[in-house]
């Protein structure tokens, strides 16, 4: 991560968007869609979106990002659905004591400067699921811990609280997957993004 930012910073990139291996735009659109946002914001440090993910029976879903408001809570969107203004990331990097959530770090630092940050109204990512986060989300939440007492000093037991309650979501999204995805997802396909589910 920090390698493809120092190389975009050199060449004097704008914005930069980190997609992992097997993630992709949402689709064909997608990039003009990203770039007239920037161009009709250029204040905002963060523009971020949507995500599709493929849900537990194998369709696709629709994930909608939360408010950037909620990020003392965890993150609130893919950071795959995140477009950063690359001069607002000077002197931020991804910090390489955080093996799952040090995307999380480092946006959570760029809003603590109060950098400005906007909802884009579209979905901005296909998120490839199995990656390192969703194998160890264990090592996830602790990690999250120790960066909210980092940058928001939050006292241990509030942080073990949003523990908690984390734990408690990924335990109801293993054990009753269906009943997760009809709270936290939406039918793609239903939604009016099945432009955006066909391949780039």
């Known amino acids: 991560m920090n390698t493809g930012l120092e190389a975009a910073l050199r060449l004097g990139t704008s914005h930069v968007l980190f997609l992992n291996a097997g993630d992709r735009l949402a689709g064909p659109g997608t990039a003009g869609l990203l770039r007239r946002a920037a161009f009709d914001r250029p204040e905002a440090a963060l523009l971020y979106g949507d995500a599709l993910e493929t849900g537990w029976d194998g369709r696709p879903v629709l994930k909608r990002a939360r408010s950037h408001r909620t990020a003392p809570y965890g993150m609130f969107t893919h950071h795959q659905a995140m477009l950063y203004r690359c001069d607002a990331l000077a002197g931020l990097r991804y910090d390489g004591r955080y093996r799952v959530a040090a995307d999380y770090d480092l946006t959570l630092r ?12 579209f979905s901005v990512c ?75």
């Not at 969703?134 to 939440?141: E, F, K, N, T, V």
């Open 110 to 121: 760029l809003l603590r400067t109060g950098a400005s940050a906007v909802r884009l109204p």
């Open 126 to 200: 296909r998120f490839a699921s199995g990656g390192l986060s969703q194998r160890s989300p264990a090592l996830g939440r602790s990690e999250q811990s120790r960066i909210r007492r980092d940058v928001l000093n939050h006292g241990l037991w509030f942080s073990y609280a949003i523990n908690g309650v984390q734990w408690l979501a990924g335990s109801v999204r293993r054990q009753f997957p269906r009943a997760y995805a009809k709270w936290r997802y939406r039918d793609a396909e239903t939604v009016g993004l099945s432009d955006s589910l066909h391949p780039d």
